[in-house]
C-alpha cells in the first residue's frame, strides 16, 4: 500500500513537472493528423474508435524501475483507434501519446459492408436515454436517469467526405439500473441498432489485438 501511494505522488511530480516544461499535444490532434496524413494518400474510407470510462481512477502495479518501458500517459489517456481501407484491404493502428505504432492488416472488416448496405437507416439512427416508466396518481409516468461516471464506446466513420459519428453510454446499454429495479423501457431499442453492431464489431478487433500484443511500437513520441 505504502509503495503504491508512494508511486501515486511520483506520478503527480512527474505530470506536473511534464505540464510545466513539456506541454503535449491532444490526442485529438494527434489523431486528426494521422487521418490527414491517409487522406493525402487519396484513402477516402476511415474509421475512428474509441473506448474509454469517466468517473473513474486506474492504477499502475508496475514499479518505475528503468528495466521496462513506462509510459505514465497509460494512467490517464486511453488509446484512439483508426482503421482504413486501401488497396482494397482493411488496416488498423492505434495512437496514444507514447509511442508511434505500425499498421496491422484486419481480415474480417464486415463492418464497412454494415454500413453501405444500411447506410440511411445508420444516419438517422437515435441512442435513446435510460428510461423508465411507473404510476403516480393511478397515472403512467416517465423518469429518465442519468449518470455521470460509466464507460463510453464512439466511432467516427469518414467516408468520401461524409462523416457519421455514434456515441454508445454503457449504462443506456443496461436493461436494469444496479440501484433500482427500475426496467430501461429503450433498453431493446438501443441494443437492435445497426451503429450497435457496427460498434460491438470495432469493440472485439480492438480487445482481441490488444490481448493479443499485436500492436507493435516503432517508435516513441
Known amino acids: 500500500m505504502t ?14 513537472g511534464n505540464a510545466q516544461t513539456n506541454q503535449k499535444v ?7 493528423d494521422y487521418i490527414k496524413e491517409l487522406q493525402s494518400q487519396k484513402i477516402d474510407t476511415i474509421c475512428v474508435y474509441e473506448s474509454y470510462c469517466v468517473g473513474y481512477i486506474k492504477t499502475y502495479d508496475e ?18 483507434y483508426v482503421f482504413w481501407k ?14 508511434k505504432f505500425s499498421k496491422i492488416e484486419i481480415p474480417k472488416d464486415d463492418f ?8 440511411k437507416i445508420i444516419k438517422e439512427e437515435k441512442i435513446l436515454s435510460y428510461e423508465y416508466e411507473t404510476f403516480e396518481n393511478s397515472k403512467k409516468v416517465k423518469y429518465r436517469i442519468a449518470v455521470d461516471h460509466s464507460c463510453h464506446n464512439d466511432f467516427r ?8 459519428e455514434k456515441r454508445f453510454h454503457d449504462f443506456v446499454l443496461q436493461e436494469k ?18 451503429s450497435k453492431l457496427i460498434v460491438d464489431i470495432l469493440k472485439k478487433i480492438t480487445s482481441e489485438a490488444e490481448k493479443n500484443n499485436t500492436f507493435k511500437k516503432i517508435k516513441s513520441r
Open 3 to 16: 509503495k503504491r501511494i508512494l508511486f501515486l505522488f511520483l506520478i503527480c511530480v512527474m505530470c506536473i
Open 26 to 32: 491532444k490526442i485529438d490532434e494527434l489523431v486528426s
Open 63 to 80: 514499479p518505475i524501475n528503468g528495466t521496462k518501458e513506462t509510459c505514465i500517459d497509460y494512467l490517464t489517456n486511453e488509446p484512439v
Open 86 to 99: 486501401e488497396d482494397g484491404k482493411t488496416f488498423l493502428t492505434k495512437i496514444n501519446y507514447c509511442w
Open 112 to 119: 464497412w459492408q454494415i454500413y453501405i448496405l444500411n447506410k
Open 157 to 164: 466513420l469518414l467516408l468520401n467526405g461524409e462523416i457519421i
Open 177 to 194: 439500473d444496479q440501484d433500482s429495479s427500475n426496467l430501461n423501457i429503450n433498453y431493446k431499442h438501443n441494443i437492435s441498432l445497426k
